[in-house]
């Protein structure tokens, strides 16, 4: 286990680089994302890539191929986190490519293809509520206006930028051809269960779910908690709170490959003795495919929408992120499975991704491929409890080298 023991230490050390002292949180552009894109580059250079910051602070290792002019094989996913997250996610998947290529360099090994390893760093979208951020700039679809978006604390995305020494104004520059790529392919942690349920170290994800996310505010009337008699008062929160249920009984639905999440809920002005008039609060919905999630939206705001008029409040939702199923390409998929049976001896499980990933934003240009690693605690992420062991980090690393070694950019 001589990779995934030095994985985990990197992750340890990465682990360190936090905004929050009591917990592990690292978002856009602060100087812990700083601290830790530095180091992502100096082991980059440590493997024997030439590593560069691209215009939005995502950090791009370059190995080249045996030929030059070859086209180039993206491997990558992010370092930026949630809040009060799991250490693992996205960075698992810049640490074993990495891995990779030191080995690589170690054996003097070129590939038929050269090779990126991409640290993008803002998919999470935390702190400017700015989702795929990186990749987006990567295939050149950086939204201008996101610049605007400001942090809790009142700074912008543009004034964020400047003061980690990178122009606003260039964000389009982070742009690679896309006829430059010959495919891209992440690592990820599962982030459920199946694989650990199911006694398997790596799986190969088949798709990538379908997302939608809405903000939502609930406007009623403010009044004195003690004065405003029960059938007289148009409590938002109240409202809001029916709302949340509905929401969890239509994504309830048994078969449905369907899940509906609302992560926040603000109260406007919020006091104990005040009915609140106003709440704001998020809903996020996810399926294996378009026309499911696409259905469950509808159905869920037109039950908002009635459970509005029955407590006289008013009600509008804004969409704030959409992104569609993505298949993995099939060919990309068999050749991740045959590296995984070759370095494990074993089969390799196919499931489907219920997770956004920055492979979502790549197939738009190009084929993608996603492997998967078993979490443990019992699948979960997006937690502190988030974990990978070693054994299995360095049978991604294996699987990773053996998919490298074999790749082909001549479709089977």
Known sequence: MTFGAAILD?????????????????????????????????????????????????????????????????????????????KYDGVLGILVPIACVAELSRRGERLAVALEVAAFSDEEGARFHTSFLA?????????????????ADGVSLAEAM?????????????????????????????????????????????????????????????????????PRRHDALAAAAEMVLAIEKRCSVPGNALVGTVGI????????????????????MRASDGRTHLAAQEDVFAECAAIARRRGVALDHTKTHEVKAVPCAPRLQDAIARAIGRATGGEAPRLPSGAGHDAMV????????????????????????????????????RALLEFLRNFSTTPA
Request: charged share 25%; proline share 5%.
């Open 162 to 230: 400047r003061a980690a020494g990178l122009d606003p104004a260039k964000a389009a520059a982070a742009r690679v051809d896309p006829a430059t790529l010959a495919a891209y392919v992440e690592v990820h942690i599962e982030q459920g269960p199946v694989l650990l349920d199911s006694g398997h170290a790596l799986g190969v994800v088949t798709s990538i779910a379908a997302g939608l996310r809405h903000t939502v505010r609930v406007r009623g009337e403010a009044g004195h908690a003690g004065t405003v008699p029960m």
């Open 265 to 284: 809920l603000k109260v406007k002005d919020g006091s104990s003795n005040v009915i609140p008039g106003e709440v704001e609060f998020t809903v996020d």
């Open 135 to 151: 990749s987006r700039a990567f295939i050149g679809r950086f939204d201008p206006a996101a610049l605007e978006r400001r942090d």
């Open 10 to 86: 990197r992750v340890a050390r990465l682990g360190r680089h936090s905004d929050s002292p009591g917990h592990y949180t690292r978002t856009y552009l602060t100087p812990a994302h700083r601290a830790a894109a530095r180091e992502i580059a100096q082991w980059m250079e440590e493997a024997g890539m030439r590593a560069r910051l691209d215009a939005v602070g995502s950090v791009i290792g370059r190995y080249e191929g045996a030929e030059p002019g070859a086209k180039t094989l993206l491997v990558g996913s992010h370092f930026d986190s949630v809040r009060n997250g799991g």
């Open 362 to 397: 790549l197939a738009e240009v190009t084929d993608v491929g996603m492997m998967f690693v078993r979490c443990g605690a019992g699948g979960v992420s997006h937690n502190p409890a988030e974990t990978v062991s070693a054994q299995d980090a360095d049978a991604a690393v």
